[in-house]
């Protein structure tokens, strides 16, 4: 009997606390999810879609020349040609010419393999492993 009213008052605690965590962490309506992020927007805390990073801080370092020193400076450069063309890319080394051509680099490979010269697949020091 003891056991019984245990158990009974057991499960009844149980019962009455999930009931109360359920509560506690009900889920946001609609309007105020879509406040959350119009304030966030507002604030400039919202993370940029696809794999960008957050927002970093905003500087409050001032400048120390005006706009008007800024501008001239810029068409000064833009005179004298030392502007990059909008959108230009870094000067990337040109591909690498070889010296042999490809039937040699094949053949080369072929008579590498078959004096077992080369490594095994799965073997290369990049390879995961046992």
């Known amino acids: ?16 606390a999930q009931a109360a965590f359920a509560q506690a962490s009900a889920p946001a309506s609609r309007a ?15 993370t940029p879609a696809g794999e960008g990073a957050a927002p970093a801080e905003k500087s409050t370092a001032k400048s120390t020349r005006t706009r008007a020193e800024r501008k001239a400076e810029t068409l000064q ?32 490979t072929r008579a590498a393999v078959k004096a077992r010269q080369t490594v095994p697949a799965g073997e290369g020091p990049g390879a995961s492993g046992k």
């Open 77 to 108: 450069a833009r005179r004298e040609g030392k502007l990059a063309p909008p959108g230009s890319q870094p000067d990337y080394p040109k591909a690498f010419k070889g010296t042999q051509s490809r039937a040699e680099r094949k053949a080369e």
């Open 32 to 46: 105020a999810v879509k406040a959350e992020t119009k304030a966030a927007g507002k604030a400039g805390t919202l």
């Open 1 to 16: 009997m003891n056991f019984a009213i245990r158990f009974a008052s057991a499960f009844a605690v149980a019962a009455l």
